[in-house]
Structure formats: C-alpha cells, structure tokens
C-alpha cells in the first residue's frame, strides 16, 4: 500500500519538488518501539535529474525543503538517498537502514 497519512504526504511533496524518476519512502517507525501507527521515523530513496551537479548536503538540503512542516513536527527521523538517475543506473541498490539508536533507551542508561 500507499502507507499512512504521513507517508503519503512524504510522497506528494517529494514528487511535487523534485520530479524524481524512482522513489521509494519507507516508514521505519515500528523498527523505533513508537506506539502502532505513529509515522515517526522514515527512510527515502529519491532519483532525481535534479540532483545532477549538486553536492551530497545541497541534495538532503532539497528533500528537508520540501519536508520541512513535517521535519517540525511529525517526523522524527529522515535518513534521506539522494541520486541521480545516472548513480541509480549504475547502481540501483539503497543501503540498508540504519540501527535505531533508541534515544530514550540511551538516556535511560546514563541516569
């Protein structure tokens, strides 16, 4: 499916911004021991001619652009891949996700 709400405003907002040729938007959330549903933590993979010529950083500065309502409130978490058509031809793989860090299991250890 489509996914929730959130991912689906994810997804809107990156087509609408950046025109990508593939995209994929994965919510990591149950990974990250939120409550079911809590759209919290995701993952994006986005293939774009827009990104051709643009450092890495200036790429994730175009995706936090377009998510930026969401990177305020909702949205925890963004691990963003950012390529162009080109990279993703010669190598349509992502990288796996990250480990959950689980902020508030960390805290927990220190006090």
């Not at 959130?6 to 025109?19: D, G």
Request: proline share 12%.
């Amino acid at each position: 499916g489509a996914g929730g709400p959130l991912a689906r405003t994810i997804r809107a907002k990156l087509t609408a911004a950046l025109q990508p040729t593939h995209l994929e938007v994965r919510d990591d959330s149950p990974r990250h021991g939120g409550p079911p549903g809590a759209e919290t933590h995701f993952g994006v993979l986005v293939v774009s001619g827009r990104f051709a010529g643009l450092p890495l950083l200036q790429r994730h500065r175009l995706v936090h652009e377009a998510l930026r309502a969401e990177l305020a409130g909702p949205l925890h978490a963004l691990q963003v891949i950012a390529r162009t058509p080109q990279q993703w031809q010669s190598d349509p793989r992502a990288p796996p996700a990250p480990p959950c860090l689980g902020g508030s299991k960390r805290e927990r250890r220190r006090g």
